[in-house]
């Protein structure tokens, strides 16, 4: 039996909040790069990513919310799609969103937008 969008959903979020921020850190740094991490979490040098991976420091609360958001995401796409594709989604400018991307959504803080069209995406719309 294929599993629902909603089941997808929900490990999605279960995977985001079970990890600590080093291994959100990690993760992304992983799967969307150290750049792309940082212009996420909102930070200017993206060398500090690495910093929060390692566990050397830890992000304000801001850019911790948008790399939990972002992690969620990651896992919600990576469910059907290879990493390559999860990646272009992220910067790719996304009919969802009024043709915006979605790390500059996510960036801005507009979390319910970008899992919104997170979801449409692997719905097939």
Known sequence: MPVTNKEKIARA????????????????????????????????????????????????????????????????????????VVRAWFVGLNPQLNDEAPADVIREGRFKEALTAARAFIAGG
Request: aromatic residues 6%.
């Open 13 to 84: 979020h279960e995977q985001a909040v079970s990890f600590n921020i080093a291994d959100t850190a990690r993760f992304l740094q992983d799967v969307l790069g150290q750049r792309l991490t940082a212009y996420i979490a909102n930070i200017k040098d993206s060398r500090t990513v690495g910093t929060w991976a390692s566990g050397q420091n830890k992000p304000r609360q801001d850019a911790e919310d948008r790399l939990r958001h972002a992690q969620m995401i990651v896992h919600l796409l990576q469910g059907d799609e290879s990493v390559h």
